[in-house]
């Protein structure tokens, strides 16, 4: 399962579209979403708070900071899971989607991390954040060289642009509060800045 690791994305998207950092929600340990695209066997969506994950009013600092899934349920339906996806592609997930996609179903739970990415389509996600929001896509190699020395091929990738500067530059100021006083203070390294997401699941799958 990706987990919260996936949250992240959810936040790009609304910091794309209409929210800042500091919009604030009410996150409580459980909540109903009604919202009928969110719905679960035509049922309003039940979220619940795990473990460490804080409840409370705050803003989406706080809340990417204390991993609060309730706040981020609210998020989703709030700026629609089909823009979610979307920027999920940009960024850098290649696994298709669809009501029929045996994995990457457009659904509500996905920013809860419902959905198991491979490891190299979630890296590929993290790069686009620390590259300033422009994407490209995985390589093996860099260069190959023939038995002269010179060289014979050379990838390289243009790279898209996937965030504005400015989105990403919000994204990692709060991907920095997880790790300065977050879910994720465990990967601090001492006086070395550091962004990131801790990807914890239920049951700290």
């Not at 936040?11 to 009604?34: H, K, N």
């Not at 795990?50 to 409840?55: G, T």
């Not at 422009?134 to 060289?145: D, I, K, L, M």
């Not at 994720?184 to 914890?200: C, E, M, N, W, Y």
């Amino acid at each position: 399962s990706t987990g919260s690791s996936f949250k992240p994305i959810t936040l790009s998207t609304a910091l794309s579209m209409v929210d800042s950092l500091y919009s604030t929600f009410y996150g409580p340990p459980q909540l109903y979403i009604t919202d009928p695209a969110c719905a679960t066997n035509n049922a309003p969506w039940n979220v619940h708070n795990y473990a460490d994950e804080a409840a409370g009013t705050m803003d989406l600092l706080s809340a990417t900071a204390n991993s609060v899934n309730t706040i981020f349920a609210q998020l989703i339906s709030r700026v629609g899971v089909s823009n979610v996806v979307h920027m999920a592609h940009r960024l850098g997930i290649t696994e298709p989607s669809g009501i029929h996609s045996l994995y990457f179903k457009p659904v509500c739970a996905i920013t809860l991390g419902s959905v198991g990415f491979t490891p190299l389509e979630m890296t590929d996600v993290y790069a686009t954040f620390a590259d300033g929001g422009v994407h490209h896509a995985p390589q093996a190699f860099e260069v190959v060289r023939g038995a002269d020395g010179k060289v014979m091929k050379r990838l390289t990738t243009k790279g898209d642009r996937a965030l504005t500067p400015n989105v990403d530059a919000q994204l990692t100021y709060a991907l920095q509060g997880v790790v300065q006083h977050g879910t994720g203070t465990a990967a601090a390294l001492g006086s070395r800045p550091v962004a990131g997401k801790t990807g914890t699941a239920e049951n700290f799958v």
